[in-house]
């Protein structure tokens, strides 16, 4: 493996982009501790020949050709609101990749379960630790019109509305009655958002993230929101802690892992009146944002090791094809 490439949308304003430089400038320089390049390309970056009999075009990304047995692509759908443009190429260009034999570490199927969070509630739904309750419900245009009542008829308010593809805790909110609902459904169908339903598990809720590589759990950390904060996330101004695997989570990592079986992922807990849920899965969880030197350098070993399971089992996959 010479390279992995990041396919990500390029349409960050340039304060994200600062942000996001806390994370890829470190991805950047441990790939080349490791002895290859890691470098992002958006969906359009990339390119392809006309297919010869044998099928296999050239694959070019930012006019550079590519090929399986040098370049590993990771392919999480990005799906943010100001990125839901590019979903479909997104899509469709990761099936391509899989059909030209690349390894991808994120498999598109997993990507989408994950993406949804009702596709992840429904696939977990037996898990030894169950996932929250989730309702799903569409919104857009005539969503003044639909009546919701029905398929929410066994959930009380206050409940916890959040978009059902989108990420970083963007759009989480609290509705203590019908009306405050219907209005945060109103505000939804301007961009044509699902949403889904959740109950509230009350303030102080707890955030356990469990980095999985190779199917081990690596390290484990737990989030807490900020004040009256309905997210754990530190871009919200929540805080972070490494700390030891809770054992009550060992049998529910078991489950998922059986189910999911990639290289690397996180599975985020919830805990509330010392109680825990499965919240859910990220294929391309990203572990920034350290707070101490310390914890800089556990961030640099889940990274390190991260890069090496994708190298394992990039070079496991070429030599088997080989022989």
Known sequence: MKRIIWIYPDRATT??????????????????????????????????TRAKSSGKPDVLVQGQIVTPDNTVFVTSVWSLA??????????????????LG???????????????????????????????????IGTGRNSAN?????????????IIIKPAYWGMGVGVSRA??????????????GSNTALVCQPDLG???????????SGRPHS????????????????????????????????TIEYVHKRINLEYYSIDFLRANDKFWLS?????????????????VQQHEAISARFAAYQRQHNSIRRAIQN
Not at 20 to 31: F, G, K, T
Not at 84 to 94: C, I
Not at 106 to 132: G, H, Q, R, W
Request: aromatic share 10%; hydrophobic share 40%; with cysteine.
């Open 220 to 251: 484990t950390i737990r989030r807490s929101p900020h004040g009256t904060a309905l997210t754990a996330n530190v871009t919200s101004g929540g805080s972070m802690e490494f700390i030891d695997l809770p054992e009550d989570l060992i049998s």
């Open 280 to 296: 859910e899965l990220e294929p391309d969880a990203a572990i920034g944002f350290p707070s101490s030197k310390a914890m800089r």
């Open 102 to 136: 690349f390894y991808l570490p994120i498999d598109p199927d997993v990507s989408m379960l994950t993406t949804d969070k009702y596709a992840t509630y429904l696939e977990f739904i037996n898990s030894p630790i169950p996932p929250i309750p989730t309702y799903r």
């Open 176 to 189: 203590a009655n019908l009306d405050e609902f219907h209005g945060l459904v109103g505000l939804a169908g």
């Open 146 to 158: 639909k009546k919701y009542q029905r398929a929410l008829s066994d959930l009380e308010f206050p």
């Open 15 to 48: 304060q994200q982009r600062v942000t996001e430089s806390n994370i890829w400038d470190v991805y950047i320089d441990i790939a080349r501790e490791q002895g290859f390049e890691m470098s992002l390309c958006a969906p359009e970056d990339i390119t392809f």
């Open 203 to 213: 303030s102080g809720t707890e955030d356990f993230r469990v980095y999985m590589i």
């Open 82 to 99: 100001h990125q839901m443009g590019d979903v479909a190429n997104e899509l469709f260009l990761y099936r391509i990749l899989q059909k």
